[in-house]
């Protein structure tokens, strides 16, 4: 069974940093592709980032280029979300997933198929 747990969000200032960890389990990480998506209230799931099997290749959403980074330590069966320049609109529960098929590239939501319960992230004005 695979589960997915978040860790790292909290409360921050606008201007701060914060760093996600996503532990996999039950699945070893380095054939999927990773992901980070973000909802907040009202609004639609976002794709924040994702990065491949290998981590040769990444994807941001619009909104975070320049100022997120995502990595992953396949020797941890990790995933990493660094966010760097937060502002108020970056609050959100950010959520990791990954796609069920092996080496599949995915960027929306609809091509992931587990996930995790999600961390909050909340950035002050």
């Known amino acids: 069974q695979v589960h997915l747990v978040e860790s790292g969000g909290g409360l921050v200032q606008t201007g701060g940093s914060l760093r996600l960890s996503c532990a996999v389990s039950g699945r070893t990480v380095n054939i999927y592709t990773m992901g980070w998506f973000r909802q907040a209230p009202g609004k639609e799931r976002e794709v924040v980032a994702a990065?491949?099997?290998?981590?040769?290749?990444?994807y941001y959403g619009d909104s975070v280029k320049g100022r997120f980074t995502i990595s992953r330590d396949n020797t941890k069966n990790t995933v990493y979300l660094q966010m760097n320049s937060l502002k108020p609109e970056d609050t959100a529960v950010y959520y990791c997933a990954s796609p069920r098929l092996t080496y599949q590239w995915a960027e929306k939501a609809s091509e992931y198929d587990y996930w995790g319960q999600g961390t909050q992230v909340t950035v002050s004005s």
């Open positions: 990065i491949s099997f290998t981590g040769g290749r990444t």
